[in-house]
């Protein structure tokens, strides 16, 4: 699995290098500092993760929030994992929103960061113990904000929801793989707080998504 770095620390992108590249199914591609470098980084390397912090030389506030929802809008088969020391319940809430796939604080030990890396690379969420409590809290806080939480590219797979394709067709219709269109669904239907297809189509109609 091909990775990029996202951390405004060279030591610790060094680290996370040396840690990572001793396992013999990762390895590092390429690492940026700043949001723009990681756009260009990973346009050229096509990695399948992105292990991404949340604060960024250059860049105020939590630019990575907008830089994790840029990537997976440019590239919808990208996996991001936030790895950061910022531990706050709406922030979490807030970077699933965003696209991230998991999300877990720099002091996990090597072991846990390893585990969550791939669990995120075979398509499912992953949190460290204390970022599973905060998303919990920060999406109980922080209800679905209706179209407004939906990125474009959630939009079209709703629309095509709409039209009763199964998660096989669309990901045809949009050229992205069957699991990328299932995260896709998935996503939306927590984004509505729905537990069935129908149901997030129903919703969405009702919010003036489609």
Do not use: W
């Not at 060094?14 to 980084?41: F, N, Y």
């Not at 990125?151 to 992205?176: C, D, H, P, Y």
Request: aromatic share 2%; hydrophobic share 45%; proline share 4%.
């Amino acid at each position: 699995m091909e990775l990029v770095l996202v951390d405004d620390h060279a030591v610790v992108r060094q680290g996370l290098r040396s840690v990572l590249e001793r396992e013999p199914d990762l390895r590092v591609v390429g690492e940026a500092a700043t949001p723009e470098a990681a756009m260009e980084v990973v346009e050229s390397t096509k990695p399948a993760l992105v292990l991404l912090d949340l604060k960024l030389s250059g860049a105020p506030g939590l630019a990575g929030l907008d830089l994790c929802e840029a990537l997976v809008h440019a590239h919808p088969q990208l996996a991001v994992l936030v790895l950061t020391t910022t531990l706050d319940d709406s922030i979490v809430a807030a970077a699933l929103r965003r696209g991230a796939r998991g999300y877990v604080v720099k002091e996990v030990d090597t072991s846990e960061l390893v585990r969550a890396i791939r669990t995120v690379h075979a398509g499912q969420n992953a949190f460290d113990p204390k970022s599973a409590s905060a998303m919990v809290r920060g999406l109980s806080a922080n209800p679905s904000e209706g179209p407004q939480a939906l990125t474009a590219r959630e939009r079209e797979v709703l629309r095509l929801l709409a039209r009763g394709m199964s998660n096989g067709q669309i990901g045809k219709a949009l050229f992205i793989s069957h699991t990328t269109a299932k995260f896709h669904v998935a996503n939306i239907m927590r984004k509505l707080e729905v537990g069935h297809r129908a149901e997030a189509v129903y919703v969405a109609s009702k919010m003036g998504a489609l």
